[in-house]
């Protein structure tokens, strides 16, 4: 089957036009967030700065005036100094802890991982914890099987190899050896 090329869902000309127009609607919000913004600006200016009447004020009602405001002016830098020592203090820590991330990062190679045997049951137990004993015995569903052991029943003949050799060397050695082999399973 050759295969067919599959068109586009939407046109160039159209994928630019949608792109056209969702860059003015991001615009136009952009636009309406920053006058909100300064809207909001000026009106918190308004409630917290009261427009001053200086007129009509005699000489000792604008010296007060000014003292009233050079305390406020003083209030207002202690809290600007307390606020960027604040800030210092944390961004010099950030850097320290940062640094010490790097520190133990560079310090520690992580080891290459190795295959580990694990039982089933230890394998329970790391992931529920010592609390839960659950047993997973595997063999002893598994059927019991007797194996029939040859060795035990044939007699093993420890003796010196070079008389074994000579008595086995020849004819008469094959059959020997061939009579040995019927014997055990005979009886």
Known sequence: MPEV???PKITASRKLLLKSLMLAKAKECWEQEHEEREAEKRRYLAERIPTLQTRGLSLSALQDLCRELHAKVEVVDEERYD????????TREIKDLKLKVLDLRGKFKRPPLRRVRVS?????????????KVSMDLRANLKSVKKEDTEKERPVEVGDWRKNVEAMSGMEGRK????????PTSQ
């Open 5 to 7: 090329e599959r068109k």
């Open 83 to 90: 606020i960027e020592a604040k800030c210092l203090h944390n």
């Open 120 to 132: 089933a049951d230890a394998m329970l137990r790391a992931l529920l914890g010592s609390k839960h």
């Open 176 to 183: 020997k050896m061939f009579d040995a082999a019927k014997s």
